[in-house]
């Protein structure tokens, strides 16, 4: 599922980013372009870490870290970059305090990356 996620992830933020670059450069103020920009590069970012998830699920097996750290990758991208997207094309103001929800979630991703690396040093 996190191959599949990744993919989609990594797909659509190459599209999202063309789309803003070429469709709404002109629509849209600076701000809320460099808002949509951001939530496109978080999402690649995180298109690339499950990436690693998967590599690390067929190296270490599916450990419960490895699985939440997937999870809450798939969330902050849906909860920040979906956020900011919805925030940058006049979407309803409550998406704003959405957005560092997502970024905690990409946040206990990566604290739980950096267990299982601990965890593989001492073995």
Known sequence: MFLVLAALFGLLSVMLGAFAAHGLKARLPASALSAFETGVQYQMYHA????AVVALL??????LSLLTAGWTFVLGVLLFSGSLYGLALGGPRWLGPVTPLG????MVGWVLLLAVGIR????
Not at 58 to 63: A, N, Q, S
Not at 103 to 106: E, N, S, T
Not at 120 to 123: D, S, V
Request: aromatic share 16%; proline share 6%.
């Open 58 to 63: 067929r190296w270490f097996g599916p450990t």
């Open 103 to 106: 970024g905690l979630c990409f």
């Open 120 to 123: 593989a040093l001492k073995t």
């Open 48 to 51: 690339l870490a499950l990436l």
